[in-house]
């Protein structure tokens, strides 16, 4: 029996192809698909932006979509340690995989925490609180309530880890992500249909209204530069969008089983992701419009816990309803985002060190949630302003995702095509595509795009983010 096979028979599995896309969407489909995918569309032209990430997908981010997988399924280890069994030389590759995951998780589990905090506010008939002038910045400098929610979802997630893969991540994923399909189509139909008359401008707004702003390409002022700004815009949007570059798309690609179709399972989570990621822009921006024009869009936070609230609250009381069923969706959806990312951390430590997932379980949560309760810290105690290379200033918070998002991502993408695009080739991941002997229809869509152009568009915005480039 080959390493391979042992390796296969003794490693934790999904249970099925199944199992895995629906793991995998769920990781996909997290707080960077319900706010940062609807701002990003309304800044960016609407339906051009969609364009332009559709197309994306389709080539750059099912290229390094299907590559991390393969190299999970292929060698059957998890981030920190498959880079090595690819090339042994390569293996500092598994670091940068798994220092990614270790520090987004710290603050995840804090925005995880806020999060809770809104739905329970919705829970409790005190929604109309949420909109209250200051009631998210009083709630964020408020370091023991945003420790204790914090706590709390950094407990759920850790147990569901805790579990296992077929017993914790793949049960809770099979009922937790039709449940947020659901609740996103809901959302998504019923703003279309609202309407506002607003006093001041004596204009009257709808939902309808908001879908053509979201849909329909604007080219007013479209210019060389802006276009790019555009395309860099979509590609930093796929690593959210899609969890590659975070080390958790090797591991689950490690859970995945041989016999099953991985090119197909592949397009499966394109179009699970893409279509949620659509769908959060077709349920955001039509409302955000309808009740506080293009002006009532906003990056990161201030989208989801200032603007929507205050949208939710022009509705009246079917506005406690939709905002109740909204954070009900951001909870399930920032909860299998969070179990992915502990998952690749704690496969990680089993894999290289040999301990139990007890153990790791322990270990890695107890650390993360130290570090987070120094985030919750970071509003107040331990404030301060950071200009950054990309022109944003940041809080301690925005400090550690510049650093994980901004630089180490597309470092260890960069890296990943060199490794796999010119050092071992394309055939390593081909042959593993088509282990049954499955076509594999985009083979050289997938060659050209990991040789020349996801690497050049990957430096690109590298030094868009350092600052070296700017448009």
């Not at 404030?383 to 470092?411: C, H, K, R, W």
């Not at 993408?413 to 594999?440: H, M, Q």
Request: aromatic share 14%.
């Amino acid at each position: 029996m080959s390493d391979n096979q042992k390796a296969s028979k003794s490693r934790n599995t999904f249970s099925d192809k199944w199992g895995f896309i629906l793991a995998s969407a769920g990781s996909a489909v997290g707080l960077g698909n319900i706010w940062r995918f609807p701002y990003l569309a309304a800044k960016n032209g609407g339906g051009l932006f969609l364009f332009v990430y559709v197309i994306f997908a389709l080539t750059f981010g099912f290229a390094l979509l299907i590559t991390e997988i393969a190299i999970g399924r292929k060698t059957k280890e998890s981030c920190l340690t498959a880079y090595g069994k690819v090339k042994s030389r390569w293996g500092f590759l598994g670091w940068l995989a798994f220092i990614v995951p270790s520090i987004i998780y710290t603050y995840y589990c804090v925005i995880g925490g806020w999060v809770l905090k809104y739905l329970i506010a919705f829970f409790n008939f005190s929604s109309q609180d949420t909109a209250a002038d200051g009631y998210f910045t009083a709630f964020i400098t408020n370091p023991l309530l945003t420790i204790i929610f914090c706590a709390i979802f950094s407990f759920i997630s850790a147990f569901i880890i805790y579990r296992g893969v077929e017993k914790g991540i793949e049960k809770y994923s099979r009922i937790l992500m039709p449940i947020l399909v659901i609740l996103v189509i809901a959302v998504s139909v019923y703003s279309c249909f609202i309407k506002y008359n607003d006093a001041v401008s004596h204009v009257t707004r709808t939902g309808w209204d908001g879908l053509k702003v979201y849909l329909i390409p604007d080219f007013k002022g479209l210019t060389l530069g802006k276009f790019f700004t555009v395309c860099l815009d979509a590609i930093g949007q796929l690593f959210y969008s899609l969890s590659i570059a975070m080390g958790i798309m090797v591991t689950y690609g490690s859970y995945m089983k041989d016999d099953v179709d991985l090119n197909r399972s592949v397009n499966h989570i394109e179009i699970f992701d893409t279509g949620i990621a659509l769908l959060a822009g077709m349920m955001i921006i039509p409302a955000v419009y309808v009740f506080k024009g293009l002006e009532g869009m906003s990056a990161g936070p201030g989208l989801m816990f200032v603007s929507l609230p205050n949208v939710f609250m022009s509705m009246g009381l079917v506005g406690h309803i939709v905002g109740l069923l909204f954070f009900i969706m951001v909870a399930f959806a920032a909860m299998t985002s969070c179990m992915s990312i502990l998952e690749a951390i704690v496969s990680g430590m089993i894999d290289k060190f040999g301990w139990s997932r007890e153990k790791s379980v322990v270990i890695a949560g107890t650390a993360s949630f130290v570090i987070s309760i120094i985030i919750c810290l970071g509003y107040k105690q331990l404030y301060f302003e950071l200009p950054l290379p990309n022109g944003t200033t940041a809080q301690l918070l925005d400090i550690f995702d510049y650093v994980s998002n901004n630089i180490i991502m597309p470092i260890l993408a960069i890296l990943t095509c060199v490794l796999i695009g010119w050092i071992v080739k394309p055939d390593y991941v081909i042959s593993e595509i088509r282990r049954n002997g499955e076509p594999f229809r985009r083979k050289w869509v997938y060659i050209v795009m990991v040789k020349y152009i996801a690497p050049v568009f990957l430096v690109i915005l590298l030094l868009f983010s350092v600052g070296i480039i700017r448009v």
